[in-house]
């Protein structure tokens, strides 16, 4: 998956980078249906990102930042995800992956801070 330490550190902050900032992204309408609620793609430099909406949640309630926190889970693992099987590639999804939740993490307290400002 990644050929050397540099391109997995650029891909780690590629990948945190963007889930941070999807965040923050609503993809679509209150009524996006449920398949629509995480889209991927590729950046500018080729990195695998995810779009997470969550325009349709309550985040004012525990079971919508539960709803929005499995989202994020879920675009983590497939971004982070690689081909290689290799015992060191799995080492670095699971750092890619850890490092990518936390990176969301301000995004998610930001979005969580203005849903129950506009309540």
Do not use: W
């Not at 889209?39 to 539960?66: M, Q």
């Not at 992956?97 to 309540?119: F, H, P, W």
Request: glycine share 8%.
């Amino acid at each position: 998956m990644f050929t050397s330490a540099q391109n997995f550190s650029r891909n780690l902050v590629g990948a945190a980078g963007t889930l941070f900032f999807a965040g923050l992204c609503i993809a679509g309408a209150t009524a996006t249906p449920a398949n629509a609620q995480i889209a991927y793609g590729k950046n500018e430099a080729g990195n695998k990102v995810a779009y997470v909406a969550y325009a349709d949640l309550d985040l004012g309630s525990p079971a919508g930042r539960s709803r929005l926190e499995n989202r994020l889970r879920t675009a983590a693992k497939q971004v982070c995800h690689g081909s290689d099987a290799s015992r060191m590639a799995i080492a670095e999804e699971y750092a890619c992956y850890q490092e990518t939740l936390k990176a969301t993490r301000s995004a998610t307290m930001a979005a969580i801070a203005a849903d129950k400002v506009t309540g």
